[in-house]
């Protein structure tokens, strides 16, 4: 059989849902992370620093506060130091001391970022209040040269790295875990019947009517007041195994690498699909016509244009009316459709309404 397509196509064969465990399939409402961002100076560069307005102002700020003045309309001409965007997630339940990591990026104009340090930067979160400080010295992934008649070359992004453990907590933010008499677990993916099947497989252990879900994305429990309690309580439940629902049936389509993913329970209603390719072929070929001897005429070109058309000899393929996923590769396979004309006969598919799918494109 030849292959599907000459490029990768994915296809997905679902069999029957297997269980998962409750940590997996969902999150705890209320348990959730915290972004952080700053603005900072990184220095130390190589003459790799940008020129940008704010970066001198920024410089100038710093060296105020540290009783140095910069005589106004001077320019430091800076090229080893670089204005910076400062980001960092705040896990759940940090505490004051713990470290965490910082992703570091120019906003300006610098070349590169290696080999440089950033100084002491506050991150702040939505409320304007600082829960952590960085500084540290950078670590960049990407390197570059460039020669003396201006050519270069650069290997992944200079204007950007990352500092490991670089900022340290400076307070923790408030979360709603330990309040209340019922937790919540958020699912990923909201389904019902998995909602359904959570709330049914706590009740199993814990008494009829300790869980309840609320709607597709949540389900309720009933919990401990007791913070230690509360721990020990989810430890046990977020280990459950749950059988989720089924996925409805999707076929998912990325026009731009041509791969075609179709899941479990995609069905076709009987339809008859044709696919042909007309090719033309022109063949032009420049011919010299030369005149007689003693004679008064001149030495020309002509052309000579030789146009073949192929219709191809492909042929009409009926789907019946117990369509399968294998039935439709087999049949895609005997079309022998390229990527672009598969993504045609899909939609032509779902817009005759023989296609029992959603068809999704990215």
């Known amino acids: 059989m030849r292959a599907l ?36 100076l990184v220095v130390g560069l190589s003459g790799t620093g940008d020129r940008a307005p704010f970066t001198n102002q920024t410089f100038r700020n710093m ?3 540290f009783g140095i003045t910069i005589p106004q309309g001077e320019d430091p001409r800076l090229r080893n130091v670089a204005a910076v965007s400062v980001h960092a997630t705040l896990p759940p339940f940090s505490k004051p001391g713990q470290e965490i990591d910082v992703t570091v990026s120019s906003i300006g104009n610098a070349d590169s970022l290696r080999g440089g340090s950033l100084l002491l930067t ?12 960085a500084q540290g010295n950078l670590v960049v992934s990407g390197f570059g ?22 900022a340290i907590v400076e307070r923790g ?28 497989t706590i009740n199993d252990l814990l008494g009829p009517d300790a869980a309840y879900a609320v709607d597709a994305a949540s389900v309720r429990v009933t ?28 076929v998912i389509i990325n026009s731009r690498t041509g791969t075609i993913v179709v899941g479990k329970h995609v069905r076709v209603e009987p339809v008859a ?12 070929q420049l011919n010299v016509s030369q005149p007689e001897p003693l004679s008064e005429g001149e030495t020309v070109v002509v052309p000579d244009t030789d146009i073949e058309i192929d219709e191809g000899d492909n042929r009409m393929f009926l789907f019946g009316p117990t369509v399968t996923l294998n039935d439709i590769v087999n049949a895609v396979n005997e079309v022998g459709a390229a990527p672009g004309d598969l993504m045609a006969i899909l939609e032509a598919l779902k817009s005759a309404g023989a296609l029992k799918a959603e068809l999704i494109v990215i």
């Open 5 to 40: 397509f000459s490029c990768f196509i994915a296809v997905l064969l679902c069999g029957a849902a297997q269980a998962d465990r409750i940590k997996d399939l969902s999150s705890v409402q209320g348990v959730r992370n915290n972004q952080l961002v700053g603005y900072g």
């Open 122 to 133: 506050p991150l702040r979160g939505p409320d304007g209040q600082t829960y952590a400080v």
């Open 63 to 65: 060296m105020e506060q």
């Open 173 to 200: 933010v408030e979360n709603t875990f330990s309040q209340g008499d019922y937790l919540t677990f958020n699912l990923h993916r909201p389904d019902f019947t998995t909602a359904k099947r959570m709330a049914a």
């Open 145 to 166: 040269a460039e020669g003396q008649d201006g050519s270069s070359i650069s290997v992944n992004v200079q204007s950007a790295g990352r500092i490991p453990s670089g």
């Open 273 to 284: 699909i044709t696919h042909g390719n007309l090719t033309v072929t022109i063949d032009n």
């Open 223 to 250: 919990a401990p007041r007791d913070p230690n309690q509360r721990v020990s309580f989810i430890s046990v439940l977020e280990n459950l195994d749950v059988t989720p629902g089924e996925e409805s049936a999707k």
